[in-house]
């Protein structure tokens, strides 16, 4: 049992982390997206972060005090009966309840903020070679009850509901719930949407007393997502995609408020748009969180829906035109690129999406305003302590770009650092944007392809590159970054990496996307290290960037290898 224990204790070691750095106010917006402000109050003002829970399954009770004690945890009295968790593991496992003999334990942690929370621990008592060894071994892989919980003080019928409602308007869906008469509380459980930031992907609000009554209806709700429903909702999705479309489209978003509702029909008569289909379209809409009826007919834009404004510093209004436009239509032959492993987007539009963009001034501006559209993603960036060091060198420092867009990332970098001074290499069409952009006394625009690196910078960047090209042609890129790269010059790679463990992960999504429109593909940390060292380079290590990127750092292997 040392390999269990050990993985036990790894996993609760993070659940204490987790709760001691987060509070609601962080938290809630990570787990619902499109939560804006009035929400967002309204939720922290009637509900609490109360703890993060997991599931373990010590061998015996000196094991479990094994683990709590390697956790610096504490409690003062044995695991109490968990009801819900029991029922809601013998129904997953096709067990009778009495076999699986769950208990639960709350341990108290101190947040930053100076709040007690608690770790919630479940147990499941698993000797060796008992037959529950298989389910600890699926529950470990899947975290079915892994989740984060949120207590409301004042839980009378009208708050439940009105809590409950503004989670569903965010994209949590109900997944179940119970009372527990050991400790009269009630739990409403629900999973987010795929688009939540947190690894935890369940909610739990509990309120304290007996209230089966909103219990019935939430459970009710959460069992009428059966499998065909499911898939409904799942072949929707290319509705979704096409309704932001629109959306930006018809600029719907530059003519509504974040601060007051607006009527649809005067937003219509701004937009050029039939009054009813553009009311239907809004409402579909605030499924989402992109929008809010805040009374019938009269709409308010969230935070979510001021990201397709034109004019939002954050706008990825480009990336839903692109998303909406070519790319929506090359998904449409994916079947072409599975069954034959070719780039859609070649077969549907005959050349590759590069060449296919550089000819069409049109697209090729959207293209590179879609790329910007992640910049959230750089933000980070310029505090790389590989940029920090050469903008401290006393001699100055270089950076060279490389196919660096129109210098999105390269201009937050100079602007951070005054002393550095940067080269960026990209097409033609490209680098005639980049030099309205960039600082012409601090960057040289140089117009080229991978075999143009200019040698004898401090610092390499290759952003959101590599992942549009297979393994042969990444290779030809970096061992010509490495032929240029001197001795101790840093090459720093911006990618989304595959997780490791199959964990859900934008990175997955954008595999997919990759090598239906160019032939590329999203790798793991692993696979990167493997190009690198064929490469002639060495990966030092990776950090994590929003949105789920990563930046790795490599350097020259030493002594060069020469290829």
């Given amino acids: ?254 003519a509504l408020h974040t601060g007051r509702a607006l009527e649809a029909g005067a937003v219509a008569r701004a937009v050029g748009a039939d009054p009813d289909s553009l009311a239907v379209l809004l409402r579909y809409l605030a499924m989402l969180g992109v929008v809010v009826e805040e009374a019938p007919g009269r709409f308010r834009l969230t935070g979510v829906g001021a990201l397709l404004r034109a004019d939002d510093p954050d706008s990825m209004r480009a990336l839903a035109l692109m998303y909406g436009g070519p790319f929506y239509r090359s998904f449409g032959a994916l079947a072409h690129t599975v069954r034959t492993g070719q780039a859609a987007f070649e077969h549907l539009f005959g050349d590759n999406h590069f060449d296919h963009f550089a000819r069409d001034p049109h697209l090729a501006e959207l293209f590179d305003q879609s790329m910007a559209a992640s910049r959230g993603m750089f933000e980070p960036l310029p505090a790389h302590p590989v940029l920090a060091a050469a903008a401290r060198d006393p001699r100055g420092a270089t950076v060279v770009d490389i196919a660096g867009g129109t210098g999105e990332l390269l201009g937050r970098i100079l602007a951070a650092h005054p002393r550095l001074n940067a080269v960026l290499l990209e097409r033609p069409h490209v680098v005639e944007a980049a030099r309205l952009r960039l600082d012409a006394a601090r960057c040289t625009c140089v117009a080229g392809d991978f075999a143009d690196v200019p040698p004898g910078a401090d610092v390499y960047l290759l952003s959101r590159v590599l992942h549009d090209w297979d393994d042969e042609r990444c290779l030809e890129i970096l061992r010509h970054c490495a032929r240029a790269m001197p001795a101790d010059a840093g090459l720093l790679i911006v990618e989304r990496l595959l997780p490791a463990d199959n964990s859900p992960s934008l990175a997955t999504a954008w595999d997919l996307h990759m090598r239906c429109n160019v032939g590329g593909r999203e790798r793991t940390a692993h696979h990167y290290a493997r190009l690198l060292d064929e490469a002639g380079l060495t990966l030092v290590g990776h950090t994590p960037l929003p949105l789920d990127g990563h930046v790795l750092h490599a350097r020259r292997t030493d002594p060069p290898t020469g290829r």
């Fill in 1 to 254: 049992m040392i390999t269990a224990l050990s993985d036990d204790t790894s996993r609760l070691r993070a659940a204490v982390d987790f709760v001691t750095r987060q509070d609601s106010e962080t938290l809630l917006p990570l787990l619902l997206p499109g939560l804006d402000g009035p929400e967002l109050r309204s939720l922290v003002e009637r509900c609490r972060f109360a703890h993060a829970a997991l599931l373990v399954f010590p061998g015996d009770p000196a094991e479990l005090d094994a683990t709590l004690a390697a956790c610096g945890l504490a409690v003062d009295r044995p695991p109490q009966p968990s009801v819900v968790v029991r029922e809601r593991l013998a129904l997953r496992h096709h067990r009778a309840p009495d076999d699986l003999d769950v208990g639960i334990l709350r341990p108290a942690v101190t947040g930053r903020d100076g709040e007690r929370r608690m770790v919630e621990i479940f147990t499941l008592p698993v000797p060796p070679g008992s037959d529950l060894e298989g389910i600890a071994a699926l529950e470990r892989a899947e975290h079915h009850e892994a989740h984060v919980a949120f207590e409301v003080p004042a839980p009378d019928p009208l708050v439940l509901r009105g809590l409950c409602s503004v989670f569903a308007g965010c994209g949590a869906v109900p997944d179940g719930g119970g009372y527990n008469p050991h400790e009269n509380g009630t739990v409403f459980y629900f999973a987010t949407s795929h688009t939540a930031k947190s690894a935890y992907r369940r909610i739990e609000l509990y309120a304290p007393g007996d209230h089966r009554d909103q219990l019935a209806a939430h459970l009710d709700e959460s069992r009428g997502r059966q499998p065909a429903e499911t898939m409904l909702r799942l072949l929707t999705g290319a509705w979704t995609t096409q309704a932001l479309t629109a959306f930006a489209q018809l600029r719907v978003a530059d």
